[in-house]
């Protein structure tokens, strides 16, 4: 596929269906396309398959061949047809070690020992005073094709209201009541399905510097939740908890604060194995290291520039030794092809690798993304295969797998874990209380 493509099939559906107006032409060129790569065949070849002249026939003979399994049961305004607009944007999947060239900082970070570090580490970057991170995105405007040119800014700012909130999740889902500490903003990783590709609105990574002015009892206020033995804290929603750690050393005050603190459970959520600081400092049963997992296939295909699955297993490993406990997250499961072997063998290798009393929860939580995130995403990674299944409008504006698909995906995952040990804790994330019920009766 090449972002030309749009045009070459616009142009033969405007031939072959010269009476279409201008939007019908445009739901159609993004169905053809989407059969088009689904299947791998070529454009023409379903626009001439096509013998129907009207629109609504034709419309219905392609969303019949581009969702077969959904087709029949889910209502029109499911199947979401946003114009195709290919660009090349595409990601940048090359890994390369964070080296910024610019350091914005504002100047109430400058006693802080994170800017100190930072200008140490980077004496050739380009230190840039701002005077607010706000004042500065005003002049520099964002734009998506933007994204890949984070990995060469770093914001140095003082976080001041955002540090420590409840989850968002999502509407009328089974929320776990989880709270979010946040220790910065920006990834280096490219996974396909991330959602801060249509969510960030700055070309660099932020780190907040007064991080130690909010980890006390005044601020740190986690809600209490029957599903798990402690209220739970983590990190790692608009970043990965520890791909910067050896740069931050975060992790030193949250352990310090979490070993004072017991009765809190705290998560570092990752992909990385950056876990060195972890290990000089030794763990403790409340702090959880969880690492989502995947499919070995996802991981190569998806999760550009992160670590195997064997080298998370292996610093999971790392972290029990040293006395911390583990978690995973299953998510995004996604389906393709072999998903059953493919999920059982990422499953079998964790309980090689660790032995469940040491994790403290799994959870699972299928591919869902907000509608506007599948353009971005077909725009980065044009070869993907996560948008060729059949992903359907929810409730929340979200893409996601139909009810029973999910329920039967859940299921799967559920009976190999618990096969593994039954007394591991195994969640779903952002689903709604009809899925549980139907996963856990
Ligand atoms: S279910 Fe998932 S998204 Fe919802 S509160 Fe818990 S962790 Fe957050
Ligand atoms: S590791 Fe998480 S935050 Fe980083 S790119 Fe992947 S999904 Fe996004």
């Known amino acids: 596929m090449d972002s030309n493509i749009t045009t070459s099939i616009n142009n033969n559906i405007q031939q072959k269906f010269p009476l279409f107006g201008i939007n019908k032409v445009r739901e159609l060129t993004r169905l053809v396309f989407e059969i088009s790569k689904r299947e791998n065949v070529s454009p023409c070849e379903i626009i001439n398959s096509i013998q129907e002249k009207n629109y609504e026939k034709v419309k219905n003979i392609l969303l019949q061949r581009r969702y077969p399994k959904t087709y029949s049961g889910a209502?029109?305004?499911?199947?979401?047809?946003?114009?195709?607009?290919?660009?090349?944007?595409?990601?940048?999947?090359?890994?390369?070690?964070?080296?910024?060239k610019k350091v914005y900082y504002t100047n109430e970070v400058t006693d802080s020992a994170l800017y100190k570090r930072i200008r140490n580490l980077y004496p050739n970057a380009n230190f840039v005073e701002i005077e607010s991170l706000k004042s500065f995105l005003k002049k520099e405007k964002f734009s998506v094709g933007k994204y890949n040119n984070r990995r060469e800014n770093l914001f140095l700012v003082n976080e001041k209201y955002d540090f420590f909130k409840p989850c968002p999740c999502t509407k009328n889902v089974r929320c776990c009541n989880y709270s979010i500490l946040n220790i910065g903003y920006g990834c280096l990783y490219e996974c396909s399905y991330c959602f801060l590709q249509g969510y960030q609105n700055v070309a660099g990574i932020i780190l907040p510097c007064n991080l130690p002015d909010f980890l006390n009892r005044e601020k740190i206020k986690p809600i209490d939740n029957k599903?798990?033995?402690?209220?739970?804290?983590?990190?790692?929603?608009?970043?990965d908890s520890l791909i910067f750690d050896d740069i931050t050393l975060f992790s030193n005050d949250i352990v310090k604060f979490f070993k004072e603190n017991k009765d809190?459970?705290?998560?570092?959520?990752?992909?990385?194995?950056?876990?060195?600081?972890?290990?000089?400092?030794?763990?403790?049963?409340?702090?959880?290291?969880?690492?989502?997992?995947?499919?070995?296939?996802?991981?190569?295909?998806?999760?550009?520039?992160?670590?195997?699955?064997?080298?998370?297993?292996?610093?999971?490993?790392?972290?029990?030794?040293?006395?911390?406990?583990?978690?995973?997250?299953?998510?995004?499961?996604?389906?393709?092809?072999?998903?059953q072997n493919g999920y059982k063998k990422t499953i079998e290798k964790i309980f090689d690798f660790i032995d469940g009393k040491y994790i403290k929860w799994i959870s699972i939580g299928s591919l869902r993304m907000v509608a506007n995130l599948k353009k971005i995403i077909e725009n980065r990674f044009l070869d993907n295969k996560i948008l060729d299944e059949e992903l359907l409008l929810s409730h929340d504006n979200k893409l996601r797998y139909e009810n029973n698909t999910r329920v039967r995906i859940y299921k799967y995952l559920v009976d190999l874990i618990k096969k593994q040990d039954s007394s591991v804790v195994v969640y779903l994330c952002m689903e709604n209380v009809d899925v549980w019920n139907k996963v856990y009766k």
């Open 264 to 339: 809190i459970s705290f998560e570092f959520k990752t992909k990385s194995v950056n876990i060195d600081n972890l290990l000089k400092l030794g763990g403790s049963e409340n702090i959880v290291v969880s690492w989502s997992v995947n499919a070995e296939q996802m991981i190569k295909e998806n999760e550009h520039c992160t670590p195997g699955l064997e080298e998370r297993l292996k610093a999971a490993q790392k972290c029990v030794k040293s006395g911390y406990s583990v978690g995973f997250h299953f998510d995004p499961v996604i389906l393709y092809k072999d998903w």
């Open 227 to 239: 599903m798990f033995f402690l209220p739970r804290v983590g990190s790692g929603e608009f970043t």
């Open 75 to 100: 209502k029109k305004e499911k199947f979401y047809l946003p114009d195709l607009s290919l660009t090349d944007e595409q990601a940048n999947i090359s890994l390369e070690k964070f080296n910024p």
